[in-house]
């Protein structure tokens, strides 16, 4: 099943970057600036790429895959959204938990996408 390789393709990249992100800030947080011209980029980006899991889970579910996928993808990509304009509202006691939850579910949702099995047709 193609549909489920480029989930989980995706579904790791997402999980990447989205790791990044504390890294990024803490260099800013050690004095460097250049942490957040990295992580404000990178933060709008993992939107973008939330939008390809989405489309990647939706065309995976309807080729017969677990509709599940397409759920947890879009609330992850409207976590995403909020948590962008929380970054840049400053609103960091909802920012940084919310940050925290998101690369929970969204490493959380790489592994269990690329637990799947795939069904033979």
Do not use: D
Not at 59 to 80: C, M, S
């Amino acid at each position: 099943m193609r549909s489920l390789a480029v989930l989980r393709l995706v579904a790791v990249l997402h999980a990447v970057a989205i790791c990044a992100q504390p890294v990024a800030i803490g260099i800013y947080l050690n004095g460097a600036t250049t942490g957040l011209k990295i992580h404000e980029p990178v933060g709008i980006a993992l939107a973008f790429v939330g939008l390809t899991q989405l489309i990647a889970a939706l065309v995976y579910w309807r080729r017969g895959g677990r509709p599940l996928a397409p759920l947890i993808a879009l609330l992850i990509l409207a976590a995403e959204a909020v948590q962008i304009a929380m970054g840049f509202n400053k609103q960091l006691t909802i920012h940084i938990p919310l940050g925290i939850a998101l690369i929970g579910s969204t490493v959380g949702f790489a592994i269990w996408i690329c637990r799947r099995r795939t069904v033979s047709a």
